[in-house]
């Protein structure tokens, strides 16, 4: 089969794989639909990250089960699923809390398994896919209902963005009523625009430059949009809200920078959701913390959890998530994929195998 | 008037000061029937923190209001009141928010008030308060009913480490069921075992070495103590929890070797509230919060919110957090309190004018 190796830096190309195979009864095969290319994928594209050897890319995919092990009763072969960007199994302390993206044997699309196994990248025509049980998330309708009500967008949306997007204003504990303010406008902020307004946010503050951006952030449902970055932003924000600040804020971008903007906009006893992976590894101030009595909370994102919640709002089409989709690829373009994601002339592409 | 000041490391002395008196038409004028020693006059008093000039010092206390300014309608003359060991507004965005330890004006004891004029310390015979409307709270007894019911120490608790307990279990979010560590078996530590439990925890962990302070966290409702400390803790709690690590944990120290125990003993997606002041300012690990989805919260306690909580509790015997105080002496004899608690000879003082 078909599917996107990553080489090196700006090194990404379709190549022939070995076709996927059940390894153990825990294990699923699942035909890719749709795939797409994250912005932590853009951390390895642009050498940031090192790229040690090839290996296969992407980890967010909706698809068909093709086949299933012995084990494996959570999903027929022929459903339409959504696979969370981390696969999980279920039982774990962290899972049993809520917190599948920590499972204690979780396991990576373009990684290993728990059994030292291969796991292809979700950027290519087939997956094998460990720890199936719980991972599996069938949509309840089929690829042609999927495909006629143009739902695939919107669905993939939940392997990671829109799901990130939640996790960001759960860590936040947005409550009804809050003022939010919404640090980062790429495709998960924008999410977290939505997820703000679903916990019942009064007002959303997209914080943005880029005009095609901020109008998809108020069409998910921002209310204000705020310009002005860095020493700017908190006086921009009183200015809006009569010399307030924000009751919560989403940070999803995953600098120092980002971290410190997030915590300058939130009020006394304001709370901060990060989801952006912490590249650099920034350290929180904890004096501020104290001094302000802030609380921050945050990281990857538990999507097989949020799908359940999120499921529902995409079929009745109560949310369109997969509005941040900017344009679409077949899989054998995926280095033009990559391109025009790190260059910001997209903001999220779908990939099509 | 007689009251306590400090001149430096291990020179804390009883002397004449002025008398206080209204200087404001929001002020009050209480006289202190009890105060006490915090652990964090100990910073001062070991020479941690530099005392750079002499001044009035302690900021716990329990009174009776004996003249109130124009403008303070929030409690009569004779009445017997609670001073929240930080002094509040009620008006701004975080006293309206709930937290008025980081009101905009926010007033400290031993220290000076917005309009510059000094403020006395709470270990002494008398005390002017600033920003009075919002920081006297009536018990709605009388003085003679409180001493007859041997309330004092109770209601005294209240004022710092009780409500600062409190914070930490609002602060981790504690939930009905939760298994919580408290990390510290100091008042502070001892206070967030009696919060945890008022929270709905179904089991606390005291981590404690010291037999005395173990007996009276299970006395204040703690199921279980852990005596390892650092790499063993973890360990530790899983052979207790069946493997599991706890859901929450009260960080009551302010050490960086005590945040990182609270972050070692929950679970993924565990939560860590912080009331310790971070003296040396440790910085909080980024990447192990993101990696583990950690939320940690926290800060100065809003000591006057958790009051209105914490009162009828108190009135109703439901909680007995005075019994932290191990020892009281008259406050001529305060250097003798000071070092009883430097010594670790008193887990906490109570003072006498």
Redesign the interface.
Known sequence: MLAAVIHGARDVRVQERPEPALRTPHDAVVRVVAACVCGSDLWPYRGVTPTHAPHPIGHEMVGVVEALGDQVTSAQVGDFVILPFSLSCGQC??CR???P???DVVTFFGSTDRDGHPVDGAQGERVRVPLAQHSLFPVGQSEEEVEARGLVPHLLALADVMSTGMHAAT?A?VEPGDVVAVVGDGAVGLSGVIAARLRGAGRVIAMSRHADRAALARGFGATDVVAERGDDAPGAIRALLE???A?AALECVGTKES?AQALSVV???G?VG?VG??NG???????E????????????A?ARRYMEELLPLVLSGQITPGDVFDLTLPLSEIPQAYAAMDERRATKVLVRP
């Not at 913390?289 to 990857?300: E, P, S």
């Open positions: 302390q962290a809390a809520g917190f993206a920590v499972c860590a504990r010399g307030d600040l009751d971290m009020r006394g006893g709370r990060f992976v912490p590894g920034p350290e929180l101030p904890m004096r913390l104290f001094a302000r009595n802030l609380t921050v909370g945050g990281g990857m538990s």
